[in-house]
């Protein structure tokens, strides 16, 4: 069965420390992707990334980065010097390659950062 | 400005009524979904569609039901059966091809079942 764990519920850091949100998942799929979103309290969830099982570089957007690594079935989320605004629940999620069912993503239970100025 | 729009925002009802949350996009996406979300739960698909006339059932199906009459349209009739409506709707489309395609999603409808 798949599944994703994100073992933190909540976290709270002060502006401009650094963050990480862990993501562990679990698949007996060699082909997979997996993403992250967030969601403001707006309501709306956004993209941030989609990694496919086969690329485990790390990846680095702006204060955003991720760490890919299959040996620990994770895909951590890291912000530098975060801000107020990356005030949102993140959620970390998982999908099959091979499936024809293309949206049907399986969440974990999302971290709520609390971003405090 | 392409997009998502859900309607009501906000929708209360009493214990026993049917009620039909409105999803419209304009991104010309052929695959549309629901979503509920409760807190602490992540979210959890109800059904999906990837062509008009046809959708399919999520993990969470019962005591909903969806239509799709056109390409732009899918809205989400809560039914009396549905044990525990109480909770946050989120619609979401999608491009259908292979492989895993990124969901867009609308701003969500609040459900609250008095």
């Known amino acids: 069965a798949q599944k994703v764990t994100q073992a933190q519920t909540e976290i709270s850091v002060v502006e401009k420390e650094d963050v990480t949100l862990d993501c562990v998942y679990e698949t007996r799929d060699t082909t997979y992707y997996l993403f992250w979103y967030k969601q403001p309290p707006s309501g709306e969830l956004v993209f941030l990334i989609r990694?496919?099982?086969?690329?485990?570089q790390n990846e680095i957007s702006g204060r955003y980065s991720w760490n890919f690594q299959k040996s620990t079935s994770s895909f951590n989320f890291t912000i530098t010097a975060s801000q107020v605004v990356d005030s949102a629940v993140y959620f970390c999620?998982?999908?099959?390659?091979?499936?024809?069912?293309?949206?049907?993503?399986?969440f974990g239970q999302g971290t709520t950062l609390q971003v405090k100025p | 400005d392409g997009g998502i729009t859900q309607s009501p925002k906000y929708l209360f009802r009493k214990e026993g009524q049917n009620v039909t949350l409105s999803c419209e996009q304009n991104?010309?996406?052929?695959?549309m979904y629901w979503y509920r979300q409760d807190p602490g739960q992540g979210l959890r698909l109800i059904y999906y569609?990837?062509?008009?006339?046809?959708?399919q059932k999520g993990d969470i199906a019962e005591g909903y039901s969806v239509s799709r009459e056109k390409k732009e349209s899918f809205p989400l009739t809560v039914t009396s059966a549905q044990k525990n409506p109480t909770a946050f709707y989120l619609c979401?489309?999608?491009?259908?091809?292979?492989?895993?395609?990124?969901?867009?999603f609308g701003a969500g409808s609040r459900l609250t079942v008095l």
């Open positions: 979401a489309s999608s491009i259908v091809r292979s492989g895993a395609n990124v969901l867009t």
């Open positions: 990694r496919n099982s086969f690329d485990e």
């Open positions: 999620a998982l999908i099959k390659l091979t499936s024809s069912n293309t949206g049907k993503l399986i």
């Open positions: 991104l010309n996406h052929d695959a």
């Open positions: 569609s990837q062509i008009v006339n046809d959708f």
